[in-house]
């Protein structure tokens, strides 16, 4: 199918899908009201198959060392899907599925299968990494940027983690976790019972970001937006938490944004 814009809506939700573009949620309107960040590099992308900076961009498999391109130098971020086009497998009204094969920089062959699924009060993103060749370590996550204003005040962020990694100079996890620090961030957070974080626009919405995986990254240091991502692990996971794609398991995420009128 051709990778045209795709709109989704249910009840008084909007989506557009952007396969194009890093296969993203370029836009959700409720109510006519958008609640993403504008921009060919926002919305919400997928980060895959590696979540926030790889250290120096190498990671092992092994005895095997890989060198990814540094992005974000000194390290790489990110994964490599968000700035590829996306083939679009199949659309309905509410929901769409996207598919990337991996390709150079990674060193591995794959496939990675998005579901954006709409009902009228939330919205399901799933994905998956398949290989049937060799097995390799492995990332998931989603990076949503949520407008800060939606015209009244300020958005608030509530969350309860279990702990918060500390953050060293290179912005990396140093392996050490401590108790909540006050914002702004640029961190990752441990959620071992599922993620679980709540935006409120006083006055006009809430909107609970959830996923069975433990680790969210928040990022709400600039002025237009924050971010609430659920990942399968924390930024270098590929080295210090490495999750194997294997061609009889695949590597299976979900995160579902769920919404109320205040």
Not at 10 to 35: C, H, I, K, Y
Request: proline share 9%; aromatic share 8%; glycine share 10%.
């Amino acid at each position: 199918m051709r990778n045209e814009d795709i709109t989704l809506t249910a009840g008084d939700a909007e989506v557009t899908v952007v396969p194009g573009n890093g296969g993203r949620v370029s836009g959700l309107r409720v109510g006519g009201v958008e609640l993403l960040r504008q921009g060919e590099r926002y919305g919400s992308f997928p980060m895959v198959p590696w979540c926030g900076r790889v250290r120096d961009g190498r990671f092992r498999d092994g005895a095997t060392v890989h060198q990814l391109p540094l992005n974000a130098p000194p390290h790489a971020i990110h994964g490599t899907a968000r700035d590829a086009a996306w083939r679009t497998a199949r659309t309905s009204t509410d929901e769409a599925v996207l598919t990337y094969d991996l390709t150079e920089p990674w060193p591995y062959p794959g496939r990675v299968t998005q579901q954006i699924a709409l009902t009228a009060d939330a919205l399901t993103l799933t994905m998956s990494v398949e290989t049937y060749e060799s097995s390799f370590p492995a990332q998931i996550g989603w990076h949503p940027w949520f407008n800060r204003n939606l015209g009244g005040e300020d958005v608030r962020l509530d969350f309860a983690p279990a702990w918060q990694e500390e953050r060293g100079d290179d912005h990396l996890p140093t392996g050490h976790r401590t108790a909540l620090k006050p914002g702004p961030w640029d961190d990752c957070f441990g959620m071992p019972g599922g993620v679980d974080v709540t935006l409120t626009w006083p006055g006009q919405l809430q909107l609970k970001v959830t996923s069975r995986e433990e680790w969210v990254v928040i990022y709400d240091e600039q002025r237009e937006a924050v971010c609430v991502e659920p990942q399968t692990g924390p930024p270098d996971g590929l080295n210090t938490h490495p999750r194997l794609v294997t061609p009889l398991e695949p590597l299976e995420a979900s995160t579902t944004w769920t919404w109320t009128r205040l």
